[in-house]
């Protein structure tokens, strides 16, 4: 089991940027694809952005392509997610996850954490 902790979230302005990360413990971090979804209040949980093991391959979700880019760093074991030109539909608690692939609900899962964009 890999521990995950996110941290960055925060209240921004429209057009605004954030960048969140995700801290995980172990020695293991390289084994795992590493994914940032996220659930608005009263939606389902959906994927936003994920990076494979090495770092080479990255998938986004639509609504973030162009604007969110995710990021890892292999020796300091965290992921992180830049947010930029955030719009109030960015609303949510945003997850990591550290699972077999990219875009899977497979595995760990963070505590998440609040990102709030006001218009």
């Known amino acids: 089991q890999v521990q995950l902790v996110e941290s960055g979230g925060g209240l921004v302005q429209a057009g605004g940027s954030l960048r969140l990360s995700c801290a995980t413990s172990?020695?293991?971090?390289?084994?795992?694809?590493m994914n940032w979804f996220r659930q608005a209040p009263g939606k389902e949980r959906e994927f936003v952005a994920g990076?494979?093991?090495?770092?080479?391959?990255?998938l986004y979700a639509d609504s973030v392509k162009g604007r969110f880019t995710i990021s890892r760093d292999n020796a300091k074991n965290t992921v992180y997610l830049q947010m930029n030109t955030l719009k109030p539909e960015d609303t949510a608690v945003y997850y990591c996850?550290?699972?077999?692939?990219?875009?899977?609900?497979?595995?760990?899962w963070g505590q998440g954490t609040q990102v709030t964009v006001s218009s």
């Open positions: 172990g020695r293991t971090f390289n084994n795992y694809a």
């Open positions: 996850n550290a699972s077999p692939s990219l875009a899977s609900t497979v595995g760990s």
């Open positions: 990076i494979s093991r090495s770092g080479v391959s990255t």
